[in-house]
Structures are given as structure tokens and as C-alpha cells.
């Protein structure tokens, strides 16, 4: 058997079987692609190395075949000195990235008073992503669960700065990485089932099953010697992108080039989309459009601004794979290629179509890319250039308007007839992961209204709307509508849990945080609001099982602590709850709640001097306090 699986493969190049004509693909009718079907799965990259080394050698030096790596000098592209630390002012952190021992990739965050050091947490970086074209940015690794660290070396400006979105809202070492976030820059990882963010095992790089499917039928069926000419027709057992359609070509490169808030379909996950699927079967992503949208865009819009041009309106072809080829780098790609590319629609000779002048063409090279797809910065990621892919005449730019940017809506990218609860889910969505202002669940509301889907389909999203606008009465009488036979999602069970602690009802709160926590048991989010439930019943042994256990899966979680502590405490352990208040003040110096608890315990053992410190502390970080101020004034 092994003897001819090794004459099989030593043959590989030089037999053809043929399939029949049912596997050639064209515009209109897709190959049936058999890695689709139930069964198929990946084989990894050294897998597809065996035969496609040549590939494989040139995807290596691409942005995708390095975008995540261990972090090491040889992956980091960063400059480590004494100029590597970044100062959030509105935060008033310091942090310093270094190299510890020149090996392990440590941050220090610290904070100085008077010259003195007051603060320090010390935390070890497991990955970078990024390619170091643009940016690296690093990842924490806390048991297994996964964080975004809060400093990024932006490589075009040469210069290390809080990571994107991090100067408005710093989450410190606490924004944890989902396999939304994780997905587009890396191959997919492998979940712990139960957990949002904690994966067992983590790919070093996107590999090639990404962009052409999983591999076992393809591999199985070459071992067998079942062979296809591909100068002829398409091989059913693998995609190569290039025979798709262009509706499914955009959106295998729009899975991960099409930024924006991905919404997705009931009872899929974001490991469900394969190559030659249509993106909306697994997914609907949303765009919040501006009055300045023409001209302003994110990071991640090619997908986007490449069909809001008129050379992709005008044309049946034009696509991401005109231009790119994705087994080579756009470093190494010469130029002549994208000029090629443009002369191929706009030019009968040479380039009797372009209206600049001469001394406009030398500037640019004769490069169409350098007037009509200039580079520039984006809105979402600081200190950043990119191409922008919507091609138009630039040269003749209109004043810029000094009012700022209304905002005009939400856009549904992967659909032309969404229905109001698709919209509805859309702006929910925008408004938790992209921009929290109050428009986006009103106007969620406004198209929930317009829904005429059956109760139980828009449920989910009336909860999450209700919970948003904090209206936990309606919320509760939804609630009590729900067949008690029939399941609801952890989310829903979830916010159900925090309408009936917010209003004291904690017997009832408790019952949906434990369905939640049935269903994800390793969100620890949840597991921290379960164990808060039964302090609150006063069920404290029950409550410190549960918060131990938030701790023993990640121990850096001031909140647990905080309220492990105050379980403590109401035990009669003074000593071991004003312990555990430490250590969360310590990962948390601004923790309001950590500090009062830990004033409240200093008052009844009347240390008085020390408690009226931490309450000045507490109104230093929040003047409107009222708790802290009126326990100064007694």
C-alpha cells in the first residue's frame, strides 16, 4: 500500500484524468466544490507545501504569510530604546516594551508621582501581529485566554504609540481578543468550546486553506491519482480563486478586507465561511457612513472602496485578483503590473487617455496608482498610509469642508434587500463594537418597529435592544413571554440576568447568569456576574467557589478579586478580604469600587488617616463620587 501511494505521488505531475466537462466552472454555474461538503476538512500548510513549494515560498513573504507570529526580535519590527515609551494622557499610564534577557518581549506599565514610582504591572507579550509593513501589534496570552496589549509600533512613522482606539478608550491589558478579531489576521485557531476568548491551540500565519478551502478531498484525491488538467478545466476538489465568480471572488477577500461590524446569521460562527461560499450565508456586514465617506475611510476598506468606484462599476471583471496576486508581496510586485493592469481598459496607445501633464506623469512615475489610488491616512489606525482602493481623478480635490462629518447611517455591504430586523441587528451591533452613540438604538428601534418577523426570530435582538436603552421592566416582560421549554442564547440569558440584578432580584438574576454560564462556561465575564449573584443572596461559599474559579482561569481579574474580598469580608476574613482588595487595586489603581470597599474596611478597623487617603484617591479619579464624598464628610 505504501509502495503505491509513493508511485502515485512520484507520477503526480505526469498523469491526467479527466473529470468530464460537470467540472468546469464558469461566470454563471460555480463548480460544485467538494471541500463544501460535510466531512472536508484542512490538512495544514505543510501539507500543501509537499507539491506547491514555489507557492508557499513567495506566500511566505506576504503580509498574509506573516501576519501573526511568536514575539521574538525575528518576527518584531520595532525599535527598542530608551524612546519606546508611550504616555497616555488621558489615562496618565507610562509603558515601556522591552526585551528581557533579549528574548522575552515584556511591557512594563507604570505611573509616577512627584518623580516617584506609584504603580507597575508587568506583563509578557506571546505574539505579534502584523507584518511590520504597517504595524506590529502584541497579544497576551493569560492561561490560554487571549488580549490585546495597549502599545503598537507603527513601522512607517518609525514609533511606538497606544495601540488603535486604545487613546480613547484604554482598556489596558483587559480587551480580550475573540475569534472575530483573531480570524482575519491569522489561520483559525482552535477554540476551547465554552469560551469567547480562549483557544488551545494558536496558528503562526494565515495558510493556504483560507483563501482555497479545506484540503482532504483535494489531497485524498491526487494520492489516488484522480488528476485534473487546469490549463482545461477547474479541479472540483480545491478552489483557486481566479475560476470563481466575481460576486464570490470579493467575497472570499472581503471576509477579512471589508472592515466593518459582521453581524452573524443564527446558529453560525465565524469558522463557518469557506472560499466559494457567498459571504452572506454566514454573515451580514454593516458600514456607518459619514457625510465625508467619499473621502475618509478605514483601514481594512479595500473590498469597499474599490466598489464604490467606477472602474468596477463599468466593468464585468475588474477585481481584488486584477491587480494582486496573493501568492506574491505588493513589496515585491514591480509596478508595471498595476499599470498594466489600468492601459488594459484605458488606453488604445500607451496612454492616450491620461489627462495629466507631462511634468504630472514624471512626478508619479507613470504610475496610474500614484494619482488615481493615492495613499493616505485612515480614520480608525493612527500613523498609517495606505493605498486607497477607491480609483478615481483625485488630482482635482474638493476644499475641505471645516464643519465636521455628520453621521448619515449605517450600510449593509454584503446584501441589496436587508430586512428592517437585519438593519435592526446591524445598528445594535455598530453601536457595541464600533460607535456608541445614542442614534444607533434609536434608529435599531425605529426598524425592530417595521419588523414583521414571528416574535420568537427578532426576540434576541428586542432583549439586547431593551437592555441597551436600560429599559428593564419591558425587558423582563419580554422575558417572561419566552417558552420556558425552549432555550435562549447565552447572550440573551445574559442580559436577562443583569435587568434582574440591576433591580434586585437576585434569586431570579442568578437563575439566568447560571443559563449563560451553562452555555459558555468559561466566559468569565459571566462566571464573575454568577458568583456576584450569590454574594448577593449571601450564598458566600457558593460565591467564592465561583469567583476562585474565575481566578484559577485567569488571576488577573480585578473585579473577581474585588469581590472575592468583599465575600470575605462578610465572612469575618478582615484580613484575607483587604488582601485580595490589593491585589486588585494593584492590577487596577483607578478601580473605584476596590478602593471604597477597601476604605469602608479600613474605617471599621479605624485606621482612619489611611482610609481618608484612599478616598481623596477615589474623588482624584472621579470628582462626582458621592459615595467617596460623603464618606469623607462623616
Known sequence: MQLSKLITHAFLWFLVVWCGNSCLPDNDNPAPYLHLQDGAHNVGMATCRSCHNDAYLTFMQTGMGQSLGLANRQKSAARFDAQAVVYDTLNDFYYFPFFNKDSVLQILEYRLENGDTVHQRLETVSYIVGSGQHTNSHILDINGYFYQAPVTWYAQEQRWDLAPGFRENNSRFGRFLTIECISCHNQYPTPVPGSLNKFSEMPTGIECERCHGPGSVHVQEKLAGHLVDTAQMADPTIVNPRRLPRDLQLDLCQRCHLQGVA????????????????????????????????????????????????????????????????????????????????????????????????????????????????????????????????????????????????????????????????????????????????????????????????????????????????????????????????????????????????????????????????????????????????????????????????????????????????????????????????????????????????????????????????????????????????????
Open 263 to 634: 453581524v452573524l446569521n443564527e446558529g453560525k460562527t465565524f469558522y463557518d465561511f469557506r472560499p466559494g461560499m457567498k459571504l452572506n450565508d454566514v454573515m451580514n456586514v454593516f458600514l456607518p457612513r459619514f457625510t465625508n465617506s467619499d473621502k475618509k475611510f478605514i483601514m481594512a476598506s479595500q473590498a469597499d472602496r474599490l466598489r464604490l468606484s467606477k472602474c468596477f462599476k463599468n466593468s464585468k471583471s475588474l477585481s481584488c485578483l486584477t491587480c494582486h496576486h496573493p501568492h506574491h508581496s505588493v513589496k515585491t510586485t514591480p509596478s508595471s503590473k498595476y499599470r498594466k493592469a489600468c492601459l488594459s481598459c484605458h488606453s488604445q496607445n500607451g496612454l492616450s487617455e491620461c489627462s495629466a501633464t507631462a511634468q504630472e506623469r514624471a512626478k508619479a512615475s507613470d504610475r496610474c496608482e500614484q494619482c488615481h489610488m493615492p495613499a493616505s491616512g485612515t480614520t480608525d489606525i493612527p500613523h498609517v498610509h495606505i493605498t486607497d482602493h477607491r480609483i478615481a481623478v483625485h488630482r482635482n480635490k474638493e476644499a475641505k469642508s471645516r464643519s465636521k462629518a455628520a453621521f448619515s447611517g449605517i450600510q449593509i455591504l454584503t446584501k441589496e434587500n436587508p430586512t428592517p430586523l437585519d438593519m435592526a441587528k446591524g445598528y445594535l451591533a455598530t453601536y457595541d463594537k464600533f460607535l456608541s452613540i445614542p442614534i444607533m438604538i434609536d434608529s435599531a428601534g425605529i426598524y425592530l418597529a417595521r419588523s414583521d418577523e414571528a416574535y420568537d426570530k427578532k426576540f434576541t435582538t428586542l432583549i439586547h435592544y431593551l437592555f441597551l436603552k436600560e429599559d428593564y421592566g419591558r425587558m423582563l416582560e419580554n422575558a417572561e413571554k419566552w417558552p420556558g421549554d425552549k432555550k435562549m442564547d447565552a447572550w440573551t440569558a445574559y442580559r436577562i440576568g443583569e435587568a434582574h440584578y440591576k433591580l434586585g432580584h437576585m434569586q431570579q438574576a442568578l437563575s439566568y447568569f447560571s443559563q449563560a454560564t451553562d452555555l459558555l462556561p468559561f466566559h468569565l465575564d459571566f462566571l464573575e456576574k454568577k458568583g456576584m449573584a450569590l454574594i448577593g443572596l449571601r450564598r458566600l461559599d457558593e460565591g467564592i467557589k465561583t469567583l476562585q474559579a474565575v481566578l484559577s482561569e485567569n488571576p488577573e481579574r480585578p473585579m473577581a478579586l474585588c469581590n472575592l474580598g468583599y465575600a470575605h469580608v462578610l465572612r469575618g476574613e478582615l484580613q484575607k478580604g483587604e488582601k485580595l482588595y490589593d491585589k486588585a487595586i494593584a492590577l487596577d489603581p483607578d478601580y473605584e469600587q476596590a478602593l471604597l470597599n477597601k476604605a469602608a474596611l479600613l474605617i471599621f478597623n479605624k485606621r482612619r488617616k489611611e482610609a481618608e487617603k484612599l478616598l481623596k484617591r477615589v474623588l482624584k479619579i472621579n470628582p462626582k463620587n458621592e459615595e467617596a464624598r460623603h464618606a469623607l464628610q462623616r
